[in-house]
């Protein structure tokens, strides 16, 4: 048997027992360090296809940068002179930002560099772009004009127009079906008269007529489901949801339901569900029929002064609290399923809510807890056992990065010592580099292991230096090798070398070097590595290491 077919063989048996011994673990492996020169800034990431949207400072300039998680390349997008700290909006395939520097700039990208270009506003009135962020809502971009403040744009990948009154736009309250269909939500400058009106093409409906003088809409509480807008109307004598359908009347949810408040809504497993109260100010979760008719069933929920309902992939849940000025402060959250059965062992009073990221046939769940005055924040796969999930430092987990289409959760992580960032990818196994530094043994052969450690060069670039310390006929053997880390890297190729030919302390004496073997390690677990090495003899060992008791790998890494 030649060689070349012992090490297929060898890496058949690596890949056969890395299957049976594979522990489910939940690791952050790191991915993405700023290239060569530039720092990685706090700025939240964007999941793009296949594709991670960051940037990163060099002296005064700021590069808009693409990394492809299919090859684990980099591409420069696009350099910026100052100021640039985006947010980051998809529409289809194309993500829109603005330009910190240069206000008259909104950026539209492909994730190419020939496709980084700004939007064509040149069938405008001459403006400047307000210098508050961008927002989205359905298949549409809105910004605020800054030239009078009066101004909003709405734009896609078809178009953009823009919309001139009296009043001050609020940005993320707008919502609409086109550029040349859209529901403005406005304030009088210096004065507390609101306006929310609707422009089409050749028609305006002010919707503001029939409510109180004194009512309210918050940006937070405007939805747009399908070919819906929804918002959320507030006042001393009104808290109702107006229904403005792209083709039919407009409609308040709650007046026709026969709700006297609607406070809150949301979709979950493609129905539609809010929170209300009845006339005696009872409280409840209200799940309608698909036309928003009528009502399927409702359960008692006690509402508080704030409410919200949140979605995750298996369960609604309602969550409520009392206003800042009630001592001492209440809050509670109830989980659901689909059916409004409440789900016990869940929620409960004085129990916050998680932050939810809903990404391809699943989610990822970050819950924040506080322990001995201590911020932490956990994240994790699975809502429903948060002890499951690994405990970071809040001032380390920076933003979590997902995409709805995609399975894979990313996450901007800060080293607290140093005060850098860079991007890390949430995984069941963790990846060989940092995680498999420590010492390392199987119980079976007494006295025998290795170590690993890990070394950053001048350049940057990182490797592990790993050392065996056996015993060959009786006598010890000692085996040593190092090889570069580059993330992904869930497998790691050493070559290991026999050394012999010195001395107690011999100075200025080289060792002699011969090759001995060569090996493969993978983590199989945050405490379990997987050693196979193949000698020059073709001998062939395959071995699942532990690692030596070290508790802090328990911070990065949990089985």
């Not at 028609?203 to 940006?219: A, G, K, L």
């Not at 807008?229 to 229904?243: E, M, N, P, Q, T």
């Not at 109260?277 to 399927?296: C, F, I, M, P, T």
């Not at 071995?543 to 890494?557: A, T």
Request: proline residues 4%.
């Amino acid at each position: 048997m030649n060689r070349l077919t012992l090490q297929i063989k060898l890496y058949c048996l690596a890949i056969l027992l890395f299957s049976v011994f594979t522990v489910s673990a939940l690791t952050l492996n790191p991915l993405i360090e700023a290239p060569d020169g530039h720092t990685l800034i706090y700025q939240k990431p964007l999941l793009f296809n296949d594709q991670i949207i960051f940037v990163t400072e060099q002296e005064d300039d700021y590069i808009l940068w693409s990394y492809d998680v299919t090859d684990s390349s980099y591409s420069a997008l696009q350099t910026f002179d100052d100021y640039f700290y985006p947010n980051f909006y998809v529409l289809e395939n194309t993500f829109y930002f603005k330009d910190g520097s240069d206000l008259k700039l909104i950026w539209r990208s492909d994730g190419t560099p020939s496709g980084t270009q700004q939007v064509d506003m040149s069938s405008l009135i001459p403006t400047k772009i307000y210098s508050s962020p961008l927002a989205k809502k359905g298949n549409l971009i809105f910004a605020r004009g800054s030239a009078d403040g009066n101004r909003l744009i709405a734009l896609n990948n078809y178009g953009v127009n823009e919309y001139i009154n009296h009043f001050e736009p609020k940005t993320k309250a707008a919502c609409g079906f086109g550029v040349f269909d859209v529901i403005i939500s406005s304030q009088v400058r210096g004065s507390y008269q609101k306006k929310l009106v609707r422009y089409q093409s050749n028609n305006v409906i002010d919707y503001s007529e029939e409510f109180p003088e004194d009512f309210n809409t918050d940006q937070d509480r405007v939805w747009f489901y399908e070919d819906t807008c929804f918002y959320h109307i507030d006042g001393f004598r009104i808290s109702d949801i107006l229904v403005i359908p792209e083709q039919g009347a407009h409609y308040f949810l709650g007046e026709q339901l026969g709700f006297s408040q609607v406070n809150f809504l949301t979709r979950f497993k493609d129905s539609y569900y809010i929170l209300a109260e009845d006339e005696d100010r009872n409280g409840y979760v209200v799940k309608l029929s698909g036309d928003l008719s009528a009502v399927v069933k409702q359960v008692d929920f006690d509402l508080f002064g704030g409410v919200s309902l949140i979605v995750s992939e298996q369960y609604l849940i309602a969550y409520t609290r009392t206003g800042g000025g009630v001592s001492p402060p209440t809050w509670k959250s109830g989980y659901f399923d689909k059916d409004l059965n409440e789900v016990t062992g869940l929620g409960g009073p004085f129990t916050d809510v998680p932050e939810v990221y809903q990404r391809d046939d699943g989610e990822t769940v970050v819950f924040n807890e506080y322990v001995n005055g201590i911020n932490q924040k956990i994240i994790t796969t699975d809502i429903s056992d948060k002890n499951s999930g690994l405990v970071l430092n809040a001032d380390s987990l920076s933003s979590v990065i997902v995409n709805e289409n995609a399975t894979e959760t990313y996450a901007l992580v800060r080293e607290l010592q140093t005060g850098e960032y860079d991007i890390q990818k949430l995984d069941a196994i963790p990846d060989m580099g940092s995680l498999s530094v420590g010492n390392w043994f199987d119980p079976d052969y007494q006295s025998q292991g290795i170590s690993i450690v890990e070394g950053l060069r001048d350049d940057g670039t990182r490797y592990l230096f790993v050392t065996l310390y056996l015993f060959r006929d009786g006598q010890p053997l000692w085996l040593a090798g190092t090889s570069n880390v580059i993330y992904p890297q869930p497998t790691m190729d050493i070559e290991l070398g026999l050394y012999s030919g010195l001395g107690l302390w011999q100075p200025d004496t080289p060792a002699q070097v011969e090759k001995f073997a060569d090996m493969t390690l993978s983590m199989s677990g945050c405490h379990q590595m997987m050693l196979n090495f193949v000698t020059v003899e073709g001998q062939t060992f395959s071995l699942e290491l532990q690692r030596m008791v070290n508790n802090d790998i328990n911070l990065y890494c949990k089985d």
